[in-house]
């Protein structure tokens, strides 16, 4: 095998490590890849993270213990969440995206993946420490803000459906409060997709009760799993009082206007006080 360049070396794990977020990688892995002493790939980590962190583009970390190495894990700087999400608010606050109802169009922002995967790792960046197994979400336009984070925490995603698919298998259904008007929905759940003893992050587009959380943290309870946060895209400000406490989002609806199609849509108060206290640093 001819002698691998280091700067063949960086290009190689920068690919390796970026297309699998918070995986870890040990260093005889990149040994035995590269041909190269542990010593000398310890150096070409210490580049690419000070790469990283120069250029805003993640955190490399190096974890210790027997079953330690590097880890890339995307995560945008409080500034800059704070301004992708303050760029977002400004585009769904165009006029004609509020439908009846008071709703506001976001299946074009939800369809585009260089967006949606700008959230998901925000919603990662702020859930990391808690270390889920698993992200949770409610079919369907939630599906791709909960592939992105998903994606970003290196975990599974699963997927709660409306009513129980013959090809998932034996279900769980459970009964929920669903929209402002308190109908009784079913949601299901294969039992094979989440393990007891585990731990899940439930993320969804839109918020405005907190019914369809509040669903959904009852589904994890029947299946012994820990809810370990719960995050949205979208929550309106009213009502103020959601079934479920703790919730994060990261737009703030606070109302919306049908005859200029227009709404009131800003940046969480989390993002905005995050993106000071980095500033002012």
């Not at 691998?4 to 005889?28: C, D, H, Q, Y």
């Not at 409080?78 to 299946?107: H, I, Q």
């Not at 998932?168 to 007891?196: C, D, F, H, Q």
Request: proline share 4%.
């Amino acid at each position: 095998m001819d002698r691998i360049r280091r700067n063949e070396r960086l290009a190689a794990m920068t690919r390796i490590l970026v297309e699998s977020p918070n995986k870890i990688f040990t260093l005889g892995t990149f040994c035995e890849m590269f041909g190269a002493a542990k010593s000398t790939l310890s150096e070409d980590i210490d580049i690419l993270r000070g790469v990283f962190a120069q250029f805003h583009l993640g955190q490399l970390d190096t974890v210790t213990g027997a079953a330690g190495g590097v880890r890339y894990r995307p995560i945008l700087s409080p500034e800059d969440a704070y301004a992708a999400v303050k760029d977002l608010a400004k585009t769904l606050a165009a006029p004609g995206r509020v439908l009846p109802g008071g709703f506001v169009y976001m299946a074009d922002i939800l369809a585009q993946p260089e967006i949606v995967s700008r959230m998901g790792t925000i919603i990662a960046s702020h859930f990391y420490r808690t270390e889920p197994d698993v992200v949770l979400t409610m079919e369907t336009k939630g599906i791709p803000i909960a592939m992105m984070t998903a994606r970003a925490l290196g975990v599974p995603m699963v997927i709660v459906r409306r009513d129980s698919k013959v090809y998932e298998g034996p279900a769980v259904n459970i009964n929920y409060l669903s929209g402002s008007g308190g109908r009784v929905e079913t949601m299901s759940l294969s039992r094979r997709a989440v393990k007891e003893g585990q731990r899940a992050l439930i993320v969804d587009d839109f918020m405005r009760a907190g019914n369809t959380a509040r669903g959904m943290v009852d589904m994890m309870r029947e299946f012994s799993v820990t809810v370990v946060g719960v995050c949205v895209l979208a929550a309106t400000s009213e009502p103020t009082k959601k079934r479920i406490d703790g919730v994060k989002s990261l737009l703030v609806i606070d109302g919306t206007d049908e005859t200029t199609g227009t709404a009131l849509i800003r940046p969480a108060g989390w993002l905005a006080q995050a993106a000071e206290k980095a500033k002012n640093a």
